[in-house]
């Protein structure tokens, strides 16, 4: 890749021209039902903004305006809500897979729109600190036609493995190995040379970390690898969605679409909040939500127009749009879906998940059996 071509907005912003990026954003989120019935996973909201608008601000904040959006599931859901992306000083475009074809199948989908040399690619679903301008200049310095955001990690197990040399080239990709050899993990962030897209292959599911990755690999191709140890958490379940949206309110996670960290928890618009209930461990309560006397919050994300009522406990939990917890009701680690309602003194515990719409009555599920 030649040096980026960087210019000024009007704003006083730098543009790179020279770079365009891709989202995924076409998954079903099945690790997220029932909150991805309603919404694509990178919709749901998390501290007053839908998840994607973290990372398409951290884009715009690199200097690169040229988005394409790669949609399947709910695709019109996306072009409701951002447009042509000029709310957020983005020129943003959509490409729609009638079938999903997978991560590799989605960013081959998108090759006829790309104009840039350098394509950054990020899977939708990552909220993380990274400084994107510090991957494109390893990709520049190295001269690979392919470069990977890699982050250390404590455990690597869950998640695929990729292994350097002294180089920092990436030698293997290990996905989901019991015994990794590195604790360096595949971020979902990507950056290729525009050519090596259109060498995967067109029209059909193709995934890139089994396929695309191994298949460089194995022909000697050049895959650099960028490390570092910068926030990144996958919000692809419930425990991630819920633990990324209190570091994001607490300012643990870092998004230029937050004016300023909130503190221990959030309140938006027009949320009703009783004045001796306690919110903390990062809280979000959504618009138009209702929050009882004495009801106590910790780690809950209450989407909007859901009510947790007087004396309700809810622990890391998600609340969705216009549910109802109970009175003196227990919910932990449990997400409860769009308008259901759980019934006073019922317990949710321990991955619990309640459908949307459904009705739990009074003392209805409990883990104790006192009364
Ligand atoms: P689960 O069903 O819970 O695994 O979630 P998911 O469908 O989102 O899959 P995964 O978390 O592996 O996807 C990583 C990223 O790639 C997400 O941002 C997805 O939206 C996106 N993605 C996954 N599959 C496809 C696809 O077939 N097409 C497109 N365009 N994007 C996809």
């Known amino acids: 890749m030649n040096s980026r071509d960087t210019s000024v907005d009007k704003e006083g912003n730098s543009v790179t021209s020279s770079v365009q990026a891709l989202i995924l954003v076409g998954g079903k989120g099945t690790r997220l039902r029932p909150l991805t019935l309603s919404a694509p996973k990178p919709m749901l909201p998390t501290a007053g903004t839908p998840f994607l608008t973290h990372l398409l601000s951290r884009i715009r904040e690199a200097g690169i305006t040229d988005v394409v959006l790669g949609t399947s ?5 996306f072009s409701d809500h951002y447009g042509d992306g000029s709310d957020l000083g983005l020129n943003l475009t959509y490409v729609t897979e009638s079938e999903p074809l997978g991560t590799g199948g989605g960013i081959r989908n998108v090759y006829d729109e790309l104009t840039a040399d350098t394509v950054l690619v990020f899977n939708g679903d990552v909220l993380g600190g990274t400084d994107i301008r510090d991957v494109l200049s390893t990709h520049e310095r190295s001269g690979a036609e392919v470069t990977l955001h890699l982050v250390r990690v404590g455990d690597p197990r869950a998640f695929g493995c990729v292994p350097t040399d002294a180089d920092g080239r990436v030698t293997a990709f290990l996905e989901k190995t019991q015994d990794p050899p590195t604790n360096q993990i595949n971020a979902g962030t990507y950056v ?5 897209i259109g060498e995967i292959p067109a029209g059909r599911p193709v995934s890139v970390e089994r396929e695309v ?11 650099q690898a960028h490390v570092d140890d910068a926030y990144w958490r996958d919000m692809g379940t419930p425990e991630d969605f819920v633990r990324g949206s209190a570091d994001l309110v607490r300012g643990i996670a870092p998004s230029p679409a937050l004016a300023k960290p909130c503190g221990e928890s959030l309140s938006l618009d027009g949320a009703d909040v009783a004045s001796d209930a306690v919110l903390i461990g990062g809280t979000v309560v959504g618009r138009g939500a209702r929050v009882g006397s004495g009801a106590r919050l910790d780690g ?8 947790v009522e007087a004396g309700a406990v809810v622990e890391r939990s998600i609340v969705g749009f216009g549910a109802t917890v109970g009175a003196h009701a227990l919910v932990r680690d449990t997400v409860i879906g769009d308008g259901a309602q759980v ?3 019922c317990e949710l515990l ?22």
């Open 300 to 307: 809950a994300v209450i989407f909007d127009g859901a009510s």
């Open 192 to 196: 290729f040379d525009r050519k090596v």
């Open 350 to 371: 321990r991955g619990a998940r309640v459908w949307p719409g459904v009705q739990i009555p009074e003392s209805g599920i409990r883990f104790s059996t006192d009364v």
């Open 73 to 77: 599931y709910q695709a019109h859901v």
């Open 213 to 223: 990755f191994p298949s460089l690999l194995a022909q000697g191709r050049h895959i």
């Open 343 to 345: 019934g006073a003194r």
